[in-house]
């Protein structure tokens, strides 16, 4: 599973400071609803750089998935902005993608087939996308599936599929919603670490929702933590651990500074597995 | 559309609802038992005088009624104006559906709007156009056909609709994720995903188109094995009346076969879990 590696391995040069790549400022989502008025979100600010791997935490209903679905231009914001390299997010972009708690395969499609499904929609599909195709089902440890149907495929590598399809078009950045929450345990750990160590390779911007505090501290480079009613962020948390992350790490004593942190923002008695 | 899977490493095998084929088997044996009892508790009820022939004839009588039938000059004539009626009735009926059942589903003002005519119109017995049909289309095939199209349009409209708005929220996420057009998305997701479902109704659309032409000929007609139907049951010539019965019978059951070989053949992704 670790033995793939995404294409020419061009190790990423975290090191410079990065640019801004997406711009979040004073962002808010209020719902019309016949009841009346439900406040999902309520001015969010944050910068992110180019490159970083930003987890968001918190309990059910304190407006991840809707701040994740405004940043993906699906869903317009009621107030505030956002901008993308610069540009003011109105409408989905291709230099984004995004991947779901389903896998979202099209069951009619062979694994190769649903990579290419996003490039046949650009007009892009050529022997080059096909080649890309290949070499991202390769990094994701799924190249002797390529003619599989999804229905042939365990949840976990329909998964990578969806992460696969997702990789070929080659965006900036990665918006994530609980993408492994329907996983198990053992597969979403090796997920996760094959996410960390793909996108980093390519410099990919993630922004990753999870219930898991664990999951968020190990994976992040910031830790956006975040409470419902209304739906607000409540603070956000350097994550100082030295990459290649690895699983040891989560026994230091700064790793477990951290989740205590978290939780703190969080309030007590807040399940670090939801 | 269909492909063959080839795979280097061993797939997850899609489980089977039979696990070994001599359950099978024993199965179709069962099936086939059940239809050896009532074909011959069919040939000796009337034999032992338990029934009329004239109201039951043996089973026997109507294989001969079925062959004499068939050498007759006239039956081509009666056999293909009926499978004629059904054919037009059914291709127009399962057309109009599936063009009403998609404009509803991609139009949803229109679907608003017509909504209620689509309730109120399937709240209709349509049997009761037949008379009115025959006198505004005469005693031709005209009129057959339009029955046809009237009963058989409806479970195509009602699955096409169906099927298009059960398409995953997430999937319509993703393909406007990717910036999809309307008609991207239409052809690639939600026309495929509501093709099972579609063709149920099409299957559907056969039967009532039988139902259709033959109840037409019955109201009004001087062709078709409808009309044979009735010609032979004035003249109290039951076991002809069975073997006709018995070609409509294979008419529908043959055109089934037809739909249902298609439809593993088109929608070969379909799991068992999904059903028939
Ligand atoms: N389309 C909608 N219409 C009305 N209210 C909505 C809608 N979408 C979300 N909400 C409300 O907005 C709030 C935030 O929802 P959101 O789905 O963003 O939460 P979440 O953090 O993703 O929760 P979860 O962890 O359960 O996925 C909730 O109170 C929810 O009821
Ligand atoms: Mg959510």
Redesign the interface.
Known sequence: MMAARIDNGTPLERAAPAETIIDVKGLGKTFTLDSGPVIALESVDLTIRKGEFISFVGPSGCGKSTLLNMV?G?LPATEGAATLNGRAIN????Q???M???A?L???R?VEENVL??A???GTKSEATRQKARTVLEAVGLR??M???P????GGMQQRVSLARTLT?EPDVLLMDEPFGALDEFTREAMNLELMRITQAAGITVLFVTHNITEAVFMADRVVVMTPRPGKVSGVIDVELPRPRTIDQMQSQTFTDLIFKVRGILGHGQDSHA | MAKTVTLDAEPVKAASPYKNANQELRYKLYTLAIIVVILAAWELAPRMGLVSPIILPSFSAVVGALISLMQQDFFLRHFSVTLTEILIGFVLGTSIGLALGIALAVWPTAKRIAYPFVVGFQAIPKIVFAPLFIAWFGFGMSSKVVMAVVISFFPVLINTLVGLESVPEDARKLMRSIKATPLQTFRKVSLPHALPVIFAGVKAALTFAVIGAIVGEFVGASEGLGYLVELYKNQLRIDRVFAVIVILAAIGAGGYFLLEWLDRKLIFWRTDAQGK
């Open positions: 993906a699906l409408e989905p972009s291709r984004v993608g995004f779901f708690q389903t979202v099209l069951p009619w062979t499904m996003p046949e929609v650009f002797d599936f003619n599989a149907y229905r042939q495929l365990s078009y």
